[in-house]
């Protein structure tokens, strides 16, 4: 494995900005970046969370490159510069799936002669891009590494010891299969209630009605429709196997409802207390 020194970002947005500002506060590499918008890079590197800008001349000097794009944004940006990066860097994407770029990704990585391993920081927030990162979005957070060969051991065990240096609190190290099919049910599905839910008509009277409850259930409706719509369609198989079991259970309560069984209804209920508490939580 190489020895890294200089890491380069692609994309500031929320997830790449905050890597950039954990990486600038909590380490001494170099930190090389671009990003669409050159007025959001500059102001990166005026907060000193970037270095230096990232060029296709420079980009040969990376160690290590983190991709902050799309997924497929990601796979056409590496076929594009893969015969500029260093041999043997070590690029990772910081996607929300990864079954899509973990098959992708690897022959260009053969082609080209750098190592891929695909890793997802499990943080974020309602609202993204650069001006809403922050180098301790990622404190206590669970960092996913999906390797996807047995000779990137070195750079799965530097990558655990990299991600609890910035303030991660849990590395999981898991294929990217059994990734996209745990992410299906604690992340897309949340958002894909929470957008249902307040697409309600009495969603946009619902102040001074609402509290707690709304709140949460609402908070990650404010999402980048494009990215998660390509999200949800390259984890299609997960996705849809969680939502009809949800469709099943919500038909089920609604059943009970509007037959007035109140027995009935009591049992689910009492059946979804019980997970939580088996938990917990």
């Not at 249902?196 to 008509?201: E, K, L, R």
């Not at 984890?235 to 099943?248: F, K, W």
């Amino acid at each position: 494995m190489v020895e890294i020194n200089n890491i380069a970002i692609i994309g500031l947005g929320l997830i790449g900005g905050s890597m950039a500002k954990a990486i600038a506060d909590k380490t001494d590499y170099h930190i090389m970046a671009r990003n669409r918008t050159r007025a959001t890079l500059l102001r990166a590197i005026e907060d000193g969370a970037v270095h230096e800008e990232l060029t296709d001349d420079n980009i040969g000097q990376a160690d290590m490159i983190i991709l902050g794009l799309y997924p497929e944004e990601a796979v056409e940006y590496m076929e594009s510069i893969g015969d500029r990066v260093k041999k043997g860097a070590l690029v990772i994407d910081v996607s929300g799936i990864k079954r899509f770029i973990c098959e992708k990704m690897p022959p260009i990585a053969a082609r080209h002669g750098f190592v891929f391993v695909g890793v997802h920081p499990m943080a974020g927030k309602e609202k993204g891009g650069y001006a809403n990162s922050e180098a301790a979005l990622f404190h206590g957070a669970s960092f996913i590494i999906t390797p996807v060969a047995d000779s990137c051991r070195q750079q799965v065990e530097w990558l655990k010891n990299f991600s609890s240096l910035i303030g991660f609190g849990m590395q999981v190290v898991c294929s990217p299969e059994e990734h996209d099919r745990m992410i299906a049910f604690t992340s897309q599905l949340p958002h894909v209630l929470a957008n249902a839910y307040v697409q309600s008509p009495q969603c946009l009277h619902h102040r001074g009605f609402s509290a707690g409850s709304y709140r949460d259930v609402s908070r990650v409706a404010r999402l980048n429709e494009h990215l998660w719509a390509e999200l949800f369609l390259q984890n299609a198989d997960a996705l849809t196997q969680e939502l009809d079991l949800l469709i099943r259970n919500i038909t089920e309560m609604t059943d009970a409802i509007k037959s007035n069984d109140r027995e009935t209804l009591e049992r689910i209920l009492g059946r979804g207390r019980m997970v939580k508490e088996e938990l917990g939580e």
